[in-house]
């Protein structure tokens, strides 16, 4: 019961999260969307083994949470979970490359524990930019910019939906599970006998609450398709303009070892 409650007030608080600087940077949200796909490929493209090249994706990262006044240890601190995931199975690149490629310090240096570590920073870089992406525009930004890129809008509204509605999924087993420990008090966990009814319960009463907010949506004036903000077209040259330095400054990253070249500078 309190791990719902828990996780009830978790997807409440993430939502309110998503979308805050949308209003106020006045960029179009399928100007960050295009940014961050371009990230997301740039940084997957890197070899296993270029680490250098790898790091400088991170100032992609730095000058977003900075510039956009993003809550970075929150949003750390929401996604640990998936980073500690990302960490072990990085970490299974370990036992697979064993070559050693060079010393240092006296210690050798393994293909597997460089390529481990390029893994984990590929996951921990393109995780913390798609959360970036949702505080910066929100569910319903990124549903826009899908749909102007010509995804129908079946498929998303079916995603908005998924969301939207995962709390009030979470609300119907709260109440259900509320209503199984009163007939059952004292008893920890459903018995297995339970199980199948309780799924089956769960099934028909979605189905139920599905075709309730399907009719309010309908009495809205709901046809399958998103109201797009003038506001937000009104911007398009600065999203424009945003778009491009950052595609250009990406490929700079890409082409360019920055890193490396900044150490040659310091070491002489």
């Not at 790091?55 to 996604?79: C, D, H, N, Q």
């Not at 018995?191 to 399907?214: H, P, T």
């Amino acid at each position: 019961m309190d791990r719902l409650q828990k996780a009830i007030a978790a997807l409440h608080e993430a939502d309110a999260d998503m979308g805050k600087r949308r209003g106020k940077s006045h960029i179009h949200p399928l100007a960050r969307l295009v940014v961050c796909m371009a990230f997301l490929a740039v940084t997957v493209s890197f070899s296993a083994y270029d680490l250098s090249g790898l790091f400088a994706m991170s100032l992609y990262l730095m000058i977003t949470g900075i510039w956009e006044e993003i809550p970075v240890r929150k949003m750390l601190s929401g996604l640990r979970y998936l980073y500690g995931g990302i960490v072990v199975l990085g970490a299974f690149n370990l036992f697979y490359d064993r070559d050693v490629i060079f010393n240092l310090g006296g210690f050798p240096v393994t293909g597997g524990e460089i390529s481990a570590i390029s893994l984990i920073c590929k996951g921990i870089f393109t995780l913390s930019a798609v959360s970036m992406l949702l505080y910066l525009i929100g569910l319903n930004g990124l549903c826009r910019a899908l749909r102007t890129l010509g995804i129908p809008g079946g498929a998303v509204t079916v995603l908005l939906l998924t969301w939207r509605y995962l709390i009030v999924l979470l609300k119907e087993v709260s109440r259900m599970w509320q209503a199984y420990t009163l007939r059952a008090p004292g008893q920890r966990g459903i018995r297995m006998e339970a199980w199948g009814s309780f799924a089956g319960l769960l099934l028909l009463r979605s189905m139920d609450r599905a075709a309730e907010v399907y009719h309010s949506m309908l009495l809205r004036g709901y046809d399958g398709e998103f109201a797009f903000d003038t506001q937000e077209q009104a911007y398009r040259g600065r999203s424009v303009f945003y778009t491009a330095c950052w595609l250009g400054g990406l490929v700079f990253l890409r082409v360019v070892p920055v890193f490396r070249l900044a150490g040659g500078l310091f070491l002489g």
